[in-house]
């Protein structure tokens, strides 16, 4: 089963989107879809009658109206969720889900009710219980006006200012949820230089990919993406001088930590930094939960003169095996946006404690969400990567950033002028007032 949901503003054509999906591959295989207001559920007709009432819910209506507006929706959406569920489809489409009432209820909320966070907190865990997955989330980020006026054109009738201050503040949070929980799916973004002829093509890609990616194991689709990745270049060397360039600033920062000691790489991938370390003289451990991926590292390290292979180890880093203070530094450049908050806490936990020092370069908010390297990432903000390391019991002791581009390549993005750094880098240690 293969899950795809739909989210973006109002009049962003996801329905006629989905409609021809659902024409499409319903050729070769059994799909389910729901639409964004589905008559065939039994809250319908008390969802209708609230939108034929008034279109947007009153932000001066009673706060009892709002909670009940809301849970009523869970509710709706709860119920389509399971019917399709419960069809076996091989490819379930969703017109929006739990993120859409999530963030327009909570816009709502927070104008009319006391202690809105954690109503909307408790309706949140309610609809994501029983979630089986999104494989793939097309979130769809038009121009605001343009959608409105599509909007306006589909509805027959115009909204108030009021109706585009709060669609406006629903589009913004709605962005924001689906930026801080994008560890979970591949993200796919529609912008408003996409193509209308092309959108259907695009997603349809992304689609086959992971109908592709459902036939391999999780092994083998990173061992893959690495290969692909160091095969892109004529020689392993020359992957490695062209990575190597943008991670010298992270590199020193390891170097000055380690101060000759042992280091351990969480998820080496292609083991270039440890392979790296390794030439310097460090004693050096590269870590990943993929034997392939390990066997791969070593075979592009024994091609190198520019890095040598090190102690290649498998490994879970939710499940470290290390005694306590094993290694002077722990390491790792592009891993830990992939995991949930609570897995980036235990995983710091676990390394200030086989470490003294932690040291991680993640991707900052300059990439946007659509500009990805491997896999599934979080672009997470400065504040909200130091309250995660916060509750790890963990302190600062440098936090820097460093580019992923080269200058050339920069200057020639000119939107990328006001947000240089591409990577966000922490070093961290273990806050002895937490003892």
């Known amino acids: 089963m293969i899950n795809i949901v739909f989210e973006g503003p109002t009049g962003a054509g996801k329905t006629t989107t989905i409609k021809q999906l659902v024409e499409k591959y319903a050729k070769k295989y059994k799909v389910g879809y729901t639409n964004d207001i589905d008559e065939s559920t039994p809250l319908y007709p008390i969802i209708n009658g609230m939108f034929q009432e008034n ?31 419960s069809q076996n489809n091989d490819i379930n489409f969703f017109d929006r889900n739990y993120f859409s009432i999530f963030s327009y209820q909570s816009v709502l909320a927070n104008e009319a009710i006391e202690d809105s966070e954690k109503f909307m907190n408790f309706v949140l865990e309610c609809m994501k219980h029983g979630e089986k997955g999104i494989d793939l989330l097309v979130f769809f980020e038009p121009d605001f006006n343009v959608s409105i006026r599509r909007a306006e054109k589909r509805d027959k009738r115009k909204f108030t200012s009021l109706e585009k201050k709060t669609l406006k503040h629903f589009n913004d949070k709605l962005r924001d949820v689906i930026r801080y929980n994008n560890s979970d799916f591949k993200l796919l973004v529609i912008g408003k230089k996409d193509a209308e002829n092309e959108i259907v093509n695009k997603i349809s890609c992304k689609i086959d ?32 001088s062209y990575k190597l360039k943008y991670k010298r600033k992270f590199i020193q920062k ?12 969480m998820g080496c991938g292609t083991g270039l930094v440890a392979g790296y370390l390794s030439k310097q003289g460090l004693d050096v451990t590269a870590l990943d939960l993929s034997q392939k ?42 891993v830990l946006e992939h995991f949930n908050d609570e897995d980036i806490v235990d995983t710091l936990k676990q390394q200030m404690k086989i470490s003294e020092y932690v040291i991680f370069g993640i991707p900052s908010t300059y990439f946007n969400m659509n500009e990805k390297m491997l896999g599934n990432e979080r672009g997470l903000t400065i504040q909200e990567w130091k309250n995660l390391i916060f509750k790890a019991g963990g302190r600062v002791i440098e936090q820097d950033d460093f580019h992923y581009y080269n200058k050339i390549r920069r200057l020639l993005e000119y939107k990328k002028w006001f ?17």
């Open 55 to 85: 279109v947007l819910v009153s932000l001066k209506e009673e706060f009892n109206t709002v909670r009940y507006e809301t849970l009523v929706q869970a509710a709706d959406y709860l119920y389509l969720r399971e019917k399709l569920y």
């Open 209 to 240: 990919e992971i109908i592709e990616d459902k036939k391999k194991n999780e092994e083998d689709k990173w061992y893959e993406l690495y290969k692909i990745d160091v095969e892109e270049f004529p020689t392993p060397d020359d992957y490695i």
């Open 254 to 265: 390891i170097i000055k930590y380690a101060n000759h000691g042992k280091v351990i790489e």
């Open 293 to 334: 991926v390990l066997d791969y590292a070593k075979e592009v390290a024994e091609k190198s003169n520019i890095i040598k292979p090190c102690k290649y180890e498998k490994g879970d880093i939710l499940n470290l095996k290390y005694k306590t203070n094993t290694f002077n530094v722990s390491y790792s450049n592009g």
């Open 419 to 435: 947000k240089p750094n591409a990577f966000w880098l922490f070093v961290i240690q273990k806050d002895d007032k937490f003892e």
